[in-house]
């Protein structure tokens, strides 16, 4: 069975640090690209970052130089450090293997995509930024 399961989320004042981290189970951890989508309420699923098999890593503009994700293949991790969290930043952060969308996704993260054969999802882990 796979499992893919988030922590570290939680309320943070603007300016602030937070990490989240993907545990996997039943992933080809080694061989897959992991993800971090977000959504905000009313918005839609975007990709925040992505780091591949081989480390090559992708961030979306509006949060390079301050966010950077990592992974330990040993413990079948990803953990994605955020710091100078803005309000903009808040949303329901997922991690997802396998699947890496750039462009507009007009499907909720998560089970919606997951059923449409788009990759294995979590299922969230809430970040709030308070201003």
């Known amino acids: 069975e796979v499992k893919l399961v988030e922590s570290g989320g939680g309320p943070v004042h603007a300016g602030g640090s937070l990490s989240v981290s993907c545990t996997t189970s039943?992933?080809?951890?080694?061989?897959?690209?992991m993800a971090w989508y977000r959504q905000a309420p009313g918005n839609e699923c975007e990709m925040v970052s992505s780091?591949?098999?081989?480390?090559?890593?992708y961030y979306k503009d509006s949060v390079k130089g301050r966010f950077t994700i990592s992974r330990d293949n040993a413990k079948n991790t990803v953990t994605l450090q955020m710091n100078n969290l803005k309000p903009e930043d808040t949303a329901v952060y997922y991690c997802?293997?396998?699947?890496?969308?750039?462009?507009?996704?007009?499907?909720?993260?998560?089970?919606?995509?997951?059923?449409?054969?788009?990759?294995?999802w979590g299922q969230g882990t809430r970040v709030t930024v308070s201003s």
């Open positions: 997802a293997a396998r699947v890496t969308i750039k462009g507009r996704i007009t499907t909720d993260c998560g089970e919606s995509l997951a059923k449409r054969g788009l990759g294995d």
């Open positions: 780091i591949g098999s081989d480390g090559t890593t």
């Open positions: 039943g992933v080809n951890f080694d061989g897959s690209d």
